[in-house]
């Protein structure tokens, strides 16, 4: 994919910002620029730069970091590597889930194969590192621990599957670590640029949040309206934990059989009446309302900056995913 060269001034609005990520990103991630057949940048690059990628936490980058006055040049680089840090979970994650579709196009895994996918996002985390070699190690120090945290969330979700003793506590505890702290870490890494240390732990709660919210937004889709581009009820087939699946189970504790027969196909269970049950039981009302507590709480953790252009816009774009939640309010949204 070619994309002109990247602006020398401040882009005047997030989507010309998130136009020269994608500038960085092809840079990094150009095929030609590698050494032997340049598999892993090819391959890599295809999902990186795929056209439905949200691009969420450098959005939250850009707007954070307007407030605080960091240079553009500054944002552009931690949010690549929020980004390569991100898709290189993805890449991963498709192989632990034996995922066929990732953003409207085949998986890695599925194109290429699970060597690539796996050594295509080892390539990712360490590209990201590079990405933030010009700055204070304390930035790189916490992206590793983010890495670290993330890994383990994901081994956590791993364990979990198929499993109907979980609790709303145990899917925190991995949603926490597999989304949360990487928004965490995207909305503090401006105020570490800033030097504004007082800021840090604020900003990172504000991304924490967001990020949960995020994840049960997810979670809420794939049972009721999913992305273009991501399989049907890919978290219900895998027995992946959804806060949505675990809220229906505690609130209707007579599914469970049918759930355990589904899993493991002891029984023709219709997957389409199976769900009907699940979100009959009131989970999704209950996301929605956990939703909306996650978001209320990142915006209390801005506190005066909150009333700043950039987290006004953070605000607003909270919410805004709250209401894409529910395919009723897209008229409203």
């Keep these: 994919m070619t994309h002109p060269p990247a602006r020398t001034s401040d882009p005047a609005s997030v989507e010309a910002f998130v136009e020269d990520v994608e500038v960085r990103l092809?840079?990094?991630?150009?095929?030609?620029?590698?050494?032997?057949?340049?598999?892993?940048?090819e391959s890599t690059s295809y999902l990186a730069l795929a056209e439905q990628a949200k691009r969420a936490r450098p959005r939250l980058?850009?707007?954070l970091g307007q407030d605080l006055d960091v240079p553009v040049a500054s944002l552009i680089r931690v949010a690549v590597a929020g980004e390569l840090v991100h898709t290189a979970s993805l890449l991963h994650d498709d192989v632990v889930d034996e995922g066929t579709e990732r953003r409207g196009?085949?998986?890695?895994?599925?194109r290429w194969s699970n060597i690539v996918s796996i050594l295509g996002g080892d390539l990712m985390l360490c590209t990201s590192l590079k990405e933030l070699q010009p700055f204070e190690s304390a930035i790189s120090d916490a992206a590793v621990d983010v890495v670290d945290r993330m890994t383990r969330g994901i081994m956590k979700e791993v364990e979990g599957r198929q499993r109907t003793d979980l609790t709303l506590r145990d899917w925190?505890?991995?949603a926490s670590g597999k989304t949360g702290a990487l928004f965490g870490w995207c909305a503090s890494a401006p105020a570490r640029l800033a030097?504004?240390?007082?800021?840090?732990?604020?900003?990172?709660?504000?991304g924490h949040h967001l990020g949960m919210a995020f994840q049960m937004a997810d979670d809420l889709r794939d049972l009721t309206d999913p992305e273009p581009g991501k399989n049907r009820f890919a978290d219900l087939y895998t027995g992946s934990p959804s806060c949505v699946v675990i809220a229906a189970?505690?609130?209707?504790p007579d599914l469970v059989p049918r759930l355990e027969s589904f899993w493991d196909a002891s029984e023709t269970v219709e997957i389409e009446a199976l769900v009907e049950s699940l979100l009959e039981s009131g989970a999704a009302e209950h996301t929605r309302e956990q939703i909306t507590q996650e978001v209320d709480r990142a915006?209390?953790?801005?506190?005066?900056?909150?009333?700043?252009p950039g987290a006004s816009k953070?605000?607003?774009w909270a919410r805004q995913l709250c209401l894409n939640v529910d395919p009723s309010s897209r008229e409203t949204s």
Excluded: F, W
Aim: charge should be negative; aromatic fraction near 2%; charged fraction near 30%.
């Design 26 to 41: 092809d840079e990094l991630l150009d095929s030609t620029q590698a050494l032997g057949s340049g598999i892993l940048e």
């Design 61 to 63: 980058v850009y707007h």
């Design 105 to 110: 196009q085949e998986t890695v895994n599925t």
């Design 172 to 174: 925190h505890a991995m």
């Design 195 to 206: 030097d504004r240390p007082d800021l840090v732990d604020r900003l990172s709660r504000c």
């Design 249 to 252: 189970l505690e609130k209707a």
């Design 299 to 308: 915006l209390e953790a801005l506190g005066s900056l909150r009333q700043r």
């Design 314 to 316: 953070v605000a607003r």
